[in-house]
């Protein structure tokens, strides 16, 4: 739980406001995982603050504290989701050949799909129970915006320089990531199923889809 000296340091001491920094993000992210594991586990309906707070073994005004209200939690799981998303999946396309892209994109989303399970079930969760007060969704197709303009840009470049095919970018990246989307439904209904084999499926048959002639 939060101390007197993590959560007030006194002033003008630094090695007790660092302290208290350091220990004010240590448990915030403690919330944010068990939040996750909450959505994970029992879903967006039963995450409530009680439920978080049972997790972490702290007051509900614990959470409270940090997160005064529902929403402001959730969102926290977002930006950490999408961080993680940054750092595994996101780090792995940086320079890579257009003609390899699509293997590479497939093979990093596959990985992070085996590593990093519980937020895929999570962010899954809150994409479709995360709703405004007039019941509008947070998240939507808007939200994967960059994501898919990089894939666009990719393929676009894999078509300048001859390597792809001649075929609608926008279409081809929009199916890849409903391949992707259907993969993470059928990993739901089959955990033990073969992701290897799976993905090395989805890279021959966009492989198909995309090379020229």
Not at 154 to 166: F, M, P, Y
């Amino acid at each position: 739980m939060r101390t007197g000296n993590g959560d007030g340091a006194a002033p003008g001491k630094d090695s007790a406001r660092d302290k208290g920094t350091f220990t004010q993000t240590a448990r915030k992210a403690q919330l944010v995982g068990c939040a996750t594991d909450a959505l994970a586990e029992v879903g967006y309906q039963q995450t409530t603050v009680a439920e978080v707070a049972r997790r972490a073994g702290v007051s509900k005004g614990v959470v409270t504290y940090y997160f005064p209200a529902r929403d402001e939690l959730l969102w926290a799981i977002v930006a950490a989701i999408f961080a993680s998303v940054g750092e595994h999946v996101g780090s792995r396309l940086e320079n890579v050949p257009p003609a390899r892209f699509i293997a590479v994109y497939l093979g990093a989303w596959v990985d992070y799909y085996r590593t990093h399970r519980r937020e895929m079930v999570a962010i899954a969760e809150l994409w479709t129970s995360f709703r405004d007060a007039n019941g509008r969704p947070h998240l939507d197709t808007s939200t994967l915006g960059s994501e898919r303009a990089l894939v666009e840009a990719a393929l676009g470049a894999g078509q300048a320089d001859g390597t792809l095919g001649d075929f609608s970018t926008r279409v081809m990246a929009v199916t890849l990531k409903a391949a992707l989307d259907g993969l993470l439904a059928q990993l739901a209904l089959e955990p033990a199923l073969d992701l290897d084999a799976y993905r090395d499926e989805l890279v021959a048959l966009f492989d198909r889809a995309t090379r020229p002639g």
